[in-house]
């Protein structure tokens, strides 16, 4: 019986401190997961009210810096062969969180005090934060995980060139001007007098529509479909292990799909606004974008069935808690 009570007092001598280092370790490792997004917020924050009001153009040169950097160096890891790779990815989803965090409140005021996209900022720099943790768990494991490599170059050259085209005004406006044009087209083939004005280049770059002479609505980049054809185009890229035929296959249907419905649409919303009589934001941000997201849903589906692997690197980004690092074992997370 001494002897009984002697062995279990030496194992819990064994076992406590470990479990108490163990649960510290994981711990601490939160803490230090959400406090340095929040550090960022809250720089962000000063960044943004030191130079958003008094000067824009700086404001947008200064955070474009850990835009193409973060963007950079996710592109780098996503094509680097040897084990460094993804620290230099988790670098990359850093940095490029650090530009996020400068855009909560310039995305507020932009929308004119619309607070959803707001939202989805704050909570996505948390989000690509958790997937910077994810590439360092792979770091210190040496470990592969194919739909992380997949979303760091997905990111990269759908982010890449996305942004590139925005933020060098001469690069938009040709591409609005060429959407804003065929738009124009539509409406004339329709027979209706509709046609553009002067580009605009200022906090927003635009190309104005003219229907009977009257303005009627401002093309902006968003109006070109860029965005979506980029996030197609950058998922299809990254892919790997997929033959090019149907690489190939699934950007057909899928791009060339989206420029023409857009320029569709852009007609649809002139059509409705000046000769239906609905208010821009019915047709626009009503009809327009539930149009839009039922279209992009099937052309998902569409690109989904040409590539399955596609589907299946995607819906596995949601087994990265299942991977248990820290953070998940110290929620218990299994």
Not at 212 to 233: K, P
Not at 264 to 291: D, P, Q
Request: some cysteine; proline content about 3%.
């Amino acid at each position: 019986m001494l002897l009984k009570t002697f062995i279990y007092a030496e194992v819990e001598k064994i076992i406590k401190p470990t479990l108490f280092t163990t649960v510290n370790k994981n711990l601490y490792a939160f803490i230090a997961f959400i406090s340095m997004p929040t550090l960022a917020l809250i720089g962000g924050h000063f960044f943004f009210e030191a130079f958003y009001w008094n000067n824009y153009p700086l404001f947008d040169t200064l955070a474009s810096i850990p835009l193409f950097a973060g963007l950079i160096t996710m592109g780098i890891g996503f094509f680097l062969k040897n084990e460094k790779r993804h620290f230099v990815i988790s670098l990359g989803w850093i940095i490029f969180a650090i530009y996020w965090a400068t855009q909560p409140e310039f995305l507020y005021y932009k929308e004119d005090g619309d607070i959803v996209n707001a939202i989805f900022c704050l909570v996505g720099i948390y989000f690509l934060w958790y997937i910077a943790y994810h590439e360092f768990l792979c770091h210190k494991r040496k470990e592969e995980v194919q739909s992380l490599n997949f979303l760091a170059g997905a990111t990269f050259i759908s982010g890449f060139f996305y942004f590139l085209i925005e933020k060098i005004p001469f690069l938009a406006v040709i591409l609005i001007k060429i959407v804003a044009g065929q738009t124009v087209w539509l409406m004339q083939a329709m027979g209706y007098s509709v046609t553009t004005g002067s580009a605009h280049i200022g906090e927003t770059v635009y190309v104005p529509v003219f229907f009977n002479g009257n303005h009627s609505v401002e093309l902006i980049l968003a109006c070109t479909g860029l965005q979506s054809m980029m996030i197609f185009i950058g998922v299809i890229l990254a892919l790997k292990g997929v033959e090019h035929k149907r690489k190939l296959k699934a950007f057909m249907v899928t791009v060339p799909v989206i420029y023409v419905l857009n320029i569709v649409r852009n007609a649809g919303v002139i059509y409705g606004v000046e000769v239906l009589g609905y208010s821009f934001y019915v047709m626009h941000n009503v009809i327009g974008k539930i149009g839009s997201l039922l279209a992009l849903i099937a052309l998902a589906y569409f690109a989904f069935e040409i590539l399955p692997e596609l589907y299946e690197t995607i819906t596995s980004l949601f087994s990265l808690p299942k991977r248990r690092g820290p953070i998940e074992k110290l929620f218990g997370i299994k």
